[in-house]
């Protein structure tokens, strides 16, 4: 069974950086591309990054280019999202989701605020 | 970018009756693979969205056959079937073809 497990959301000031991990299992992590997607509260889907199987090939929407950093660690099955330089608008939602978005995970909530 | 537009924004569906959800781009999604990159999802309340179609008219695994979808290289529909209330909840298409990847705004599906 497929399954994506995010982690590493919380409460964090604007201009602040956080991390995200995905850890994934069920499936061989190492054959498939992998994505970051938000959802603002009460707002609907955005794709924010992707990266590519072996993690040489990344992938950004315009509004997260310089400040978010999509990577991944093929030994531990892991995605990550390093958003820095954080704004409100940040606020959402974040889905890890394999490949062409066909798996998601249960997602982690990203609020930035003072 | 690919703009996917929704229609309509929500529908209201009697149990056991049907209803349908369109789904037009700004530019064809035919791949030069010959591939047709539209996807279609369901958000529950509550919960991830999950994968429907792939692929403008595949049905992903576990999926009831209820659910179909059709269209041409911009204009889709997602027809489901004698709706049952676990079809409750917002509907997404989505396109792979190029980046941005980009979703539609989404249909809320509520029950009568």
């Known amino acids: 069974e497929v399954q994506l497990v995010e982690s590493g959301g919380g409460l964090v000031q604007p201009g602040r950086s956080m991390k995200l991990s995905c850890a994934a299992s069920?499936?061989?992590?190492?054959?498939?591309?992998m994505a970051w997607v938000c959802q603002a509260p009460k707002k609907g889907l955005e794709w924010v990054a992707t990266?590519?199987?072996?993690?040489?090939?990344?992938y950004y929407r315009d509004s997260v280019k310089g400040r978010f950093t999509i990577s991944r660690d093929n030994a531990k099955s892991t995605l990550y999202l390093q958003m820095d330089s954080l704004r409100s608008e940040d606020t959402a939602t974040y889905y890890c989701?394999?490949?062409?978005?066909?798996?998601w995970g249960q997602g982690v909530m990203v609020t930035v605020s003072s | 970018d690919i703009v996917l537009t929704q229609a309509p924004l929500s529908v209201s569906v009697t149990p056991g009756e049907s209803a349908s959800i369109s789904c037009r781009s700004s530019?064809?999604?035919?791949?030069?693979?010959?591939?047709?990159?539209l996807y279609w999802y369901l958000q529950r309340p509550g919960k991830s969205p999950q994968l429907l179609i792939y692929?403008?008219?595949n049905l992903a695994s576990g999926v009831p056959d209820r659910f179909s979808s059709s269209g041409s290289e911009t204009d889709f529909t997602l027809k489901i079937s004698k709706v049952e209330t676990e079809d409750v909840g917002v509907y997404y298409c989505?396109?792979?073809?190029?980046?941005?990847?980009?979703f539609g705004s989404g249909t809320k599906l509520e029950i009568k």
């Open positions: 989701a394999r490949g062409r978005i066909d798996y």
């Open positions: 069920g499936f061989t992590f190492n054959n498939y591309d």
């Open positions: 990266i590519s199987y072996d993690g040489s090939s990344t």
């Open positions: 530019k064809s999604l035919l791949s030069s693979k010959g591939i047709t990159s």
């Open positions: 692929q403008m008219s």
């Open positions: 989505g396109h792979r073809l190029e980046y941005p990847l980009t």
